[in-house]
């Protein structure tokens, strides 16, 4: 039987939503995490180098 007119899955598409930007906003996290041990590592060779 199909959904009345008008009514629509929004209370999924939230969720989803919500899941989704979660995600991402771990990913750009660890993907800055990462970006600074990598800066910090090249930091400590150049200094080690240098010496």
């Known amino acids: 039987m199909p ?3 008008g009514q629509k899955n929004t209370k999924n ?3 989803h939503s ?3 930007a979660r ?3 771990k990913q750009k996290a660890e993907k800055a995490l990462r970006k600074e041990r990598l800066k910090e ?3 400590r060779a150049k200094e080690g180098n240098a010496d």
Do not use: G, H, S
């Open 18 to 20: 919500k899941l989704i």
């Open 41 to 43: 590592i090249v930091q």
């Open 23 to 25: 995600k991402v906003n």
């Open 3 to 5: 959904k009345p007119k």
């Open 13 to 15: 598409k939230a969720k």
